[in-house]
């Protein structure tokens, strides 16, 4: 009987060992974010990013079609008139207020579909925990000056 | 034209239509959407877009015609979905957009643009046009308030036609032809008219935007509340549009009652005010000789005691209310209630209460001086104005009046110390001199008399001392006009008197009304003659019973009917003794009057005199939006909510009482609704009352009030209600109408004329920041001729001495005003005529140039 069990928990070892084993010459999964690169696809939608012209012009114009667009209200626009010698962005009209709220945002990406400059766009950003609720609604300046994710895109 | 009703058929729907109808509005009538864009139901028919274009089968087979300009005829078929039909709106919107920019989502009327709507349902739902679109200015502002954009014009007309056809001054024009066409200013002379932004409302793109609102809204965000305007006593409906906390824009509203659906420009524009950071947000108490933040029930505290100090230190008496015209029905009647009830005076009025000898009764009716674009004609064929200039005073009776003047021939009688724009209108002008207004009115009735080859034995007396030599040298009116104007007045089916406080002031301003009585009954007009109060409920001031001489709904303070019915709905004794008018009050502030409990008025502002008499007070508390000159020299100041932030109604000057109910609120502040404050003063007082809403206030003023009775919240609606003005009428009676001589100006001297601007420097216009420049300047006005006796040009500084105090003011120069006079109005930036004027009917001023 002990020799039995004996014989038997020795084949489970070795069978461990040999998941072990078969493992340790691969490469492994787990990704050491931030520290080395996660790769996403190319659609992959993360945190929102507002973009700007090359000229450094914003190309949000405050047109507020994101936020109707948006099914669970998270975004939240104000516009004003552009200062005509020191213009926020081409045109008349620039977005004073730009706020989402993260809490709300179900990453539809609908904002980004009705943006009529794509100005605002669902980024690769997805390391989006926080301490503090209120850090989780973005502001204009957040969102124009994203940070770069330690992202790879892998192909579609 | 025949009652017969006309029928047609649309669309193979049979509908029958009055004569006369266009087919645009034949189809709506049964549900048949034609498109429009130059058509407008308050404007005439120009037909210039080709948008509206239908079949109509004649005997040539089917013809395309505009529904908009084409009258129904009987038994005329019209086809509005044919294959050629829509062919023709396809290729007609393809062609108003070849120019026109894709500017939807800045452009501010993205979301409620006829053009995108019918571009979306009529259009072809392809674009062609490959080529570059032309390019023409946009950004451009025709006024200081209103922004164009050439580009997205589609030359409809509406904005021309409206300028033409109601306003009177043609001030946009199109200039070049073809695809170059622009809609343009002459240059350098803006839009001002004062209704000008009106064409913003009903351009049907977005080629002309608010200064004020622009790009603060998308008309699907916005929350509308219906409302009404705070400005003027006309009480014009208008549509609040908030969101996040803040008032977003102000749109006119239709009320054929009232409005038709214009509002002035300063009701769309100046709301600024509301969303300052200079509103007050919290109670302030004097501590240490400062104000300082304090909790309400600190406040509170401090009013109950400081009231009672002074009552019982120097009665009853020594304490006064100061009411508002400003403020809605319910602050007032619980200001008069607290006076009456729980201090035990009358002194309780506001500005131009007890002061001006007004009418119960306002104006007959709007609707009666209206001529809108479809309806019955208006009721008058003779105006006549004393003392009123609607111009400034209420913009939109101006509307009325001058498109009762152009489009039914009706006269008009301008009697005015000041050449008023009206006065462009054929008719009679009698330009007084300020303060002879009741000898002018018995010339009047004594030629109306004459002209009427009349005996009266009762008005030859009365109106004897109004002789041709008096009229020329005290009234500085030449005979033979009075008698011209006596004339028009007598020819007339149907006169229309109305009189202002400016005429009706001070120690005449009984004489002055018993004249224009007088008068009216001589000319079998008694029920047309109207007063015209300036604020958005004077009328609702004096029917809450804010006077010292009156209970609420206009009884006397002996009346035995309404003290019991009081008494019995408050509870106590009411006291008997009149109390003392506004001007009285402020004059004794300081001596008999103790302690003033002011409520939305600034009369430390209007006169630097009662300013130090204010400062004298034992005690002062003030209910305001902000700390103007009165809130920083009381005691306690309470910080009250606007028109906009709570429930009330307002009493317009015919008498029509209306909601407004609240559109927007401010979570920061601790301001709270001046019914309410009253509410809990009282409480503080130990007398509970009964109310839990503004709703509630009302509810006792219809029991208070008879001629209120059962016009609670729910019956008023959105259009408000008309109390019946039979009920408080006084009986037609001839008075006593006399005036001593005025005293003759010495050398040098000029009469002064003063009275209200729209564009005053008053809190409520100063605030919005576009209309800055449209202030009125700080300046003294002068005939020509007297300007250059006294040796001044345009834009010179001169110093203005009176009997009484000088102001430092920059001159104009005017062909408006009369020679010996100069005009100054009321609420100039840091210029306040009141330094000048100490309650006499006529006061003379010299002008030094500096
Ligand atoms: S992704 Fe969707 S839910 Fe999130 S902000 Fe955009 S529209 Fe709203
Ligand atoms: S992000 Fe795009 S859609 Fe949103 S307001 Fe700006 S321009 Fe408009
Ligand atoms: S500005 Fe507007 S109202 Fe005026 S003509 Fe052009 S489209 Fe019509
Ligand atoms: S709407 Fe009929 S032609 Fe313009």
Redesign the interface.
Known sequence: MALNDLVKNALEIGKAMGVTLKYLTQTPVTVEYPNEPVSLYPRFRGRHELRRYENGMERC?????C??ACPTGAI?V????ND?ANPTSP???YAKVYEINLLRCVFCGDCEEAC??EAIVLGHEFAMANYDRHDFILNKQTLLNPGMPNVVIRPD | MSDELVTLTIDDKEVQVAPGTLIVDAAAAVNVEIPIFCSHPKLDPVACCRMCLVEVEGPRGPMLQTACSVPVREGMVVHTDTEQVQATQEANLAFILLNHPLDC??CDK?GECPLQDQTMRFGPGISQLVEPKRHKQ??YHISDTIVLDQERCIICWRCIRYLEEWEDKPQLALFKRGGATLIDIQPGQPVDAKTGGNIIDICPVGALTSKVA???F?P??VERTPSIDPHFSTGDNIRIDTR?YAIRRIVGRENMGVNDQWIADKTRFAWAWVNSDERLTTPLVRKDGELQPATWSEALQAVTDGLKRVKERQGADAVGGIGSAKLSNEANYLLQRFMRQIVGTNNVDHRDGGDVAALSTGIPSLAAVMQPQYGPPPQYDVIMLVGVDPSEEAPILDLHIKRAVRRSGTTLVIAHPRHIELTRYPGSYLGYRPGSEATLLNGLARMALAVKGEENQTVSQLTDDATDERLLNLCGVDPEAVEGAARLLVEAKNPLILYGPMAAQGATGEQVRNGLTNLAMVLDCYENLGYLGLNANSQGCRDVGVLPDALPGHAPLDDEAARTLLAELWGGELPTAPGKTYRQMLDAAGDDIGALLVMGADPAGERPEWAANLAQLDFLAVQELFLTDTARLADVVLPAVSWAEGDGTFTNCERRIQRAPKAVSNPASKAAQDWMILDHIAAHMGMQWPYASAQGVLEEITTAIPAYAGLDWTALGDQGVQWNAETVRPRPAYRRCRQDDLPAAGEGELALVTGTVAYDGGTLFRLTQAMRDMIHAAAVTLNPDDAAQAGVKDNDAVLVRSAHGELRLRAAVSEEIEPGTAWIPESLPGAPVGALLNGREQEFVTITPQ
């Open positions: 114009i405050g047109c507020m079609l936020e109707a939240y104000d516009a004003a008139e005509p045109g008349e009209r009529p400059t | 989502p800045i993205g946009k950004d622009r790009f603060g998308r699907w965000q996040t």
